[in-house]
């Protein structure tokens, strides 16, 4: 078990101490170091602005932003569009219902209101943004299926081609017999 314990000195060490002779030391090669370059913060700042602009700039987050400016407004539209024209619609359906003040005051505690009709409200505003999200996107895909379905057909052989796959296939034939 020896060099286990850290505090346990060698033989050697013991000698050396009782003789105050100094321990024999081999000097450290000098190897010359580089000039290390001193980062400042304006260096750090540079880099930071380097990396923030490489991520920006990369086509998959200007998209990702753009649908979401462009997903924000569409939300707003369908809102005013359930809002403004089915809602009163449906509510001239049901007799004169109007969805907003729809709802239900709970006779015990503080009496609070449960406003279901705004509820239904949100759930057709949810299901209207639904269904034109989906008919966007399958629009969209098929107008790139119709794309990529129609790769260009490959060009005819020429005449010269056609004779010369004739007698390759003839000089094949023959070195099998």
């Given at each position: 078990?020896?060099?286990?314990?850290?505090?346990?000195?060698?033989?050697k060490?013991?000698?050396?101490?009782?003789?105050?002779?100094?321990?024999?030391?081999?000097?450290?090669?000098?190897?010359?170091?580089?000039?290390?370059k001193?980062?400042?913060?304006?260096?750090?700042?540079?880099?930071?602005?380097?990396?923030?602009?490489?991520?920006?700039?990369?086509?998959?987050?200007?998209?990702?932003?753009?649908?979401?400016?462009?997903?924000?407004?569409?939300?707003?539209?369908?809102?005013?569009?359930?809002?403004?024209?089915?809602?009163?619609?449906?509510?001239?359906?049901?007799?004169?219902?109007?969805?907003?003040?729809?709802?239900?005051?709970?006779?015990?505690?503080?009496?609070?209101?449960?406003?279901?009709?705004?509820?239904?409200?949100?759930?057709?505003?949810?299901?209207?943004?639904?269904?034109?999200?989906?008919?966007?996107?399958?629009?969209?895909?098929?107008?790139?299926?119709?794309?990529?379905?129609?790769?260009?057909?490959?060009?005819?052989?020429?005449?010269?081609?056609?004779?010369?796959t004739?007698?390759?296939?003839?000089?094949?034939?023959?070195?099998?017999?």
């Amino acid at each position: 078990m020896k060099g286990r314990f850290p505090t346990r000195k060698r033989k050697k060490d013991f000698i050396m101490a009782e003789t105050n002779a100094p321990a024999p030391q081999t000097p450290a090669p000098q190897t010359p170091q580089p000039a290390q370059k001193v980062k400042t913060a304006s260096d750090s700042a540079r880099s930071i602005l380097k990396e923030f602009k490489d991520f920006i700039s990369r086509g998959n987050v200007l998209d990702m932003a753009v649908g979401i400016i462009v997903g924000g407004a569409f939300t707003s539209i369908v809102s005013s569009l359930v809002d403004d024209l089915l809602m009163p619609l449906i509510g001239t359906l049901l007799v004169g219902i109007n969805f907003k003040s729809l709802g239900v005051t709970i006779p015990w505690g503080n009496h609070p209101y449960l406003n279901f009709g705004s509820f239904i409200q949100q759930v057709i505003v949810f299901l209207l943004t639904a269904a034109c999200v989906f008919t966007l996107v399958k629009t969209v895909n098929k107008i790139t299926h119709k794309q990529k379905a129609a790769p260009p057909a490959p060009p005819k052989p020429t005449k010269e081609q056609e004779l010369l796959t004739e007698i390759r296939d003839l000089l094949k034939a023959q070195a099998e017999k």
